[in-house]
Structure formats: structure tokens, C-alpha cells
């Protein structure tokens, strides 16, 4: 009789999971980057920190941003991401710089198979050049949304194909990689990281995040892959409420000892998250001269940009990311 009731309350279960869907969840985790974004403002500089504080709840909201618009808008979702596998099998002989990076391997494939550190020199150009105008939209709007791709780049899985597993038995550790850990564990790390630094090669720097995140790939998954050995179905899932929807996660348990076997290495990629952005942020003022940002204390972000913004808030909901293949196709 017991055997059949939690039959049933399975049965109950995965229909309720089927009737709703799961908003897609891409890079750190809405969580996790407002938190990087919100904490490389002091990493800054006193004649940078007055003004960024002012406006930290924007760049902290706005963090997030390039993942709503990669359910929107066309071409965004291959700035998130580069699988490397795709171009050689060994990074190191993949192009830092743009044009070359063309002529081997032509724009169409770059689009398809990812950009990341391609576009955090793009937006590194844009923030230089918004500090030149002293345009506190888009200071505001690039500062936010480079975050966001610095964010990507210390993100390993953002590096590979195989971002949500190599096999069927390893899907969704996206997820639990850059949303259920940090959302359980970022509170207790500490984000502290020092003054930001200037960056010599912006373009290199940014290769150079992502190389090292890269590195970790394999990491992760040899602890992942040996940990789902020891532990049944029911040790390693439970289900929660997100919202509205009833959704399948990694259990806290599960989640403790996978965090642990990972011996600091999300707290360690937030970090430098943390440092990066900063660093960036700091690079491209000091690169367009050093403005005085005191002199835009008076001035509010334009009700236009505010008004940009929620166009993208009103639309991502409920739509997958356009460009990015299915996690399924991942899977070789």
C-alpha cells in the first residue's frame, strides 16, 4: 500500500513538472551576477566609487540584462559563450583578436560557435569611449552589461560545448553549477578583492579569464560524475518551489558535499568576477583620460534608457535564448 501511494505521489509529481515550464536559466544565475556586479563597485578608485555607488542599484538590476536580452534579440546569445572544442583542441591556438580570428575561421562559425572574449573587448571599447562622452547612460548601461560577460568568462562552463553535461546522466549540472551553489553558499564567501588593477591588454586579459575558466571544465565534472556514483536518485534530487512551479533540484546535501569536493572553486571564479569587473570598469576610465565623474552627480539616467530597459524586462520571459543550441545537442 505505501509502495503505491508514493508511486502515486511520483506519477502526481512529474505531471505537475510538465505543466509548467522552467524559465531557462543561463551564466552565473540572476543571483550570482548582481552579487559580482554589486561588489566590484568597491574595488574601485575614490575618484570612480562616489559615482558607481550612486548608481549601484542599476548596475546591480542591470546585470542581468544581456541574459534577458538573449531571449529577444538576435545574435546576443553567442556573446555569452565560446566553445573552444569547436574551433581546436587546444585553446591556446585560437586567435586572441578579432580579425584573425575571422580569416580562419569566418564570422558565420564565430556566431554559431560562441564570442565571448571577443565581445568583452567590444564593450570594453564602449565603455572607454561612454567615459570620453561622459554619457551617463551609457556609462551606466555598458558598465552593467560588461559585468555581465566578465561574469561569463570566469563561468567554465561557458567554455564548452558540453555546457550542460557530456552525457544524458549529466544534464542540468549547468544550473547546479552557476545557480544552486552560489544561491546557497555566495552569502557566506567573502567578496573583498582588493583595488581594482589596471589592465594592459584589455583583449588578452579577457582570453586570459577564459582559459583559466576553461581549465576547470574537467574538474568539474570528474568530481560530478563521481559523486552521482555514490548516491541514489533520491539522495541527489528533491523537489522545491520556484515560484509557482514545482521544480527538480540538487538536494542541499548533495549540493554541500559537491560545493566542498570543489574545494572553493565557485567562491574563487566569483571572486575574480568581482576583480574583473572592477578592473575593466577602472581601465576604460583611465583609458578615456580620467573624466571628472563628479561633474555627473546631478544628472539622472534618462527616462529613454529607462524606458530601453523595460522594453527588454516586458519580453524575455518564457522564451528560450535564440542562437543557442539545445543542451541536447551538447550531448555527443
Not at 594592459?200 to 552521482?228: C, G, H, R
Request: hydrophobic share 40%.
Amino acid at each position: 500500500m505505501k509502495t503505491s501511494i508514493k508511486n502515486s505521489v511520483t506519477v502526481l509529481i512529474i505531471l505537475f513538472l510538465l505543466l509548467f515550464s522552467q524559465t531557462t536559466v543561463m551564466s552565473w544565475g540572476f543571483y550570482a551576477h548582481r552579487m559580482i556586479n554589486r561588489m566590484a563597485v568597491f574595488t574601485l578608485p575614490p575618484d570612480m566609487v562616489g559615482f558607481f555607488k550612486k548608481h549601484i542599484e542599476y548596475l546591480t538590476e542591470n546585470s542581468v540584462a544581456p541574459d534577458k536580452r538573449a531571449h529577444v534579440v538576435e545574435g546576443e546569445a553567442p556573446r555569452h559563450y565560446i566553445d573552444v572544442e569547436y574551433f581546436e583542441d587546444d585553446i591556446s591556438k585560437i586567435p586572441r583578436f578579432w580579425n584573425q580570428a575571422v580569416e580562419k575561421y569566418s564570422e558565420d562559425t564565430l556566431y554559431t560557435h560562441g564570442l565571448l572574449p571577443y565581445h568583452i573587448f567590444n564593450m570594453y571599447l564602449r565603455l572607454r569611449n561612454a567615459f570620453q562622452a561622459q554619457s551617463i547612460d551609457r556609462i551606466l548601461y555598458n558598465a552593467a552589461h560588461i559585468g555581465h560577460y566578465i561574469g561569463d568568462a570566469c563561468t567554465p562552463l561557458h567554455t564548452t560545448k558540453y555546457y550542460d553535461g557530456r552525457t544524458p546522466e549529466e544534464r542540468g549540472i549547468h544550473a547546479f553549477m552557476e545557480t544552486r551553489l552560489p544561491i546557497l553558499y555566495a552569502e557566506s564567501y567573502d567578496f573583498f578583492v582588493g583595488r581594482a588593477e589596471y589592465i594592459e591588454n584589455p583583449q588578452l586579459y579577457a582570453w586570459q579569464l577564459v582559459e583559466e575558466s576553461n581549465a576547470a571544465v574537467d574538474t568539474i565534472y570528474m568530481v560530478f560524475d563521481e559523486m552521482k556514483k555514490r548516491f541514489s536518485e533520491d539522495q541527489i534530487y528533491t523537489y522545491e518551489m520556484s515560484g509557482q512551479t514545482l521544480a527538480r533540484q540538487f538536494s542541499e546535501e548533495y549540493s554541500r558535499l559537491f560545493h566542498e569536493k570543489l574545494n572553493g572553486m565557485v567562491e574563487r571564479q566569483m571572486r575574480k568576477s568581482v576583480f574583473a569587473t572592477g578592473s575593466f570598469w577602472f581601465t576604460a576610465w583611465v583609458d578615456a583620460g580620467q573624466p571628472d565623474l563628479r561633474k555627473l552627480a546631478g544628472i539622472d539616467i534618462s527616462e529613454q534608457q529607462i524606458m530601453e530597459d523595460k522594453k527588454i524586462e516586458s519580453s524575455w520571459r518564457n522564451r528560450r535564448p535564440l542562437g543557442r543550441p539545445n543542451p541536447d545537442e551538447s550531448i555527443q
